[in-house]
């Protein structure tokens, strides 16, 4: 619990210092799947890298391994938005629900989710 809440602030204290007015992260850690093989983890580096040229409003994506991996979650990603109408759009768009059948192939279910509002 105590890593899980130092990530949270980490997170919070990075939006602040470089988040933008009215922009969101939207952040979460998962579980990788231990036989995802390299072949399947180069499909969701680049199906992630992809999303903020498909789906509007959304500006950035960064994702990688945990420096300190909590709750059994090894990895994460977060993706920076507009603003948090641009959230919605990501959840409803069919970018999202293409780049979810690539992503489940190397996580197992269940995420950690937090989203961070700019100042």
Known sequence: MRKAIYVICLLAAASVVYGAEGTLMHCFYFTPIA???DADWQAFYKATDELPGKIPGLTKVWYGKLRRPTLK????????MKDEAALKVYADHPAHAEWVKVYEKVRQPGTTTFDILGK
């Open 35 to 37: 036989e995802a093989t």
């Open 73 to 80: 979650r090894e990895h994460g990603v977060c993706m920076e």
